[in-house]
């Protein structure tokens, strides 16, 4: 099963779009599972303030896992860590318009009324998964 479908699978169970993406690629670089939705958690939804889409973050935090820097004297790869989430979010932006959560369902579900259309358009399972599953094929695409 590849990492798209992992995430779509974890997605589908229930666990949010950042916590699907991440947890996706966990075996890969060493994370337990169970840390990685506990990670992911608080990015899901915009980042729960109408901000940046779950699943992008979640693609962030795989990038970090692969280039971030363990040493504060490390800038080369700090920098490519920052040059790859840059790359990621253009490519995410070419494929979808945007990486903002309202702008990419239409409404802003960190408020109990956004929330409740979004319920009611079934945008969580209609519209969601393909965000998860693009965020995992680009960052396949790219590493």
């Known amino acids: 099963m590849g990492n798209a479908d992992k995430a779509a699978?974890?997605?589908n169970e229930g666990f949010s779009c950042s916590q699907a993406v991440l947890a996706a690629y966990?075996?890969?670089f060493g994370l337990d599972q169970n840390q990685?939705?506990?990670i992911g958690s608080g990015f899901s939804g915009?980042?729960?303030i109408d901000q940046t889409c779950g699943a992008v973050t979640g693609?962030?935090?795989v990038i970090g896992l692969k280039y971030g820097r363990t040493r504060a004297d490390d800038v080369e790869a700090k920098m490519k860590t920052a040059r790859t989430v840059v790359e990621f979010a253009k490519k995410f932006k070419a494929r979808h318009g945007s990486v903002g959560c309202t702008e990419l369902l239409g409404c802003n579900i960190s408020t109990l009324e956004?929330?409740?259309?979004a319920k009611k358009k079934d945008l969580?399972?209609?519209v969601c998964p393909k965000y998860v599953i693009s965020a995992a094929e680009i960052l396949d695409e790219m590493f």
Do not use: L, S, V
Not at 114 to 117: A, L, R, S, T
């Open 114 to 117: 956004g929330f409740e259309e």
């Open 9 to 11: 699978a974890m997605f």
């Open 46 to 48: 915009g980042m729960h």
């Open 26 to 28: 966990c075996e890969r």
């Open 36 to 38: 990685a939705y506990k």
């Open 59 to 61: 693609a962030f935090m």
């Open 124 to 126: 969580f399972k209609q």
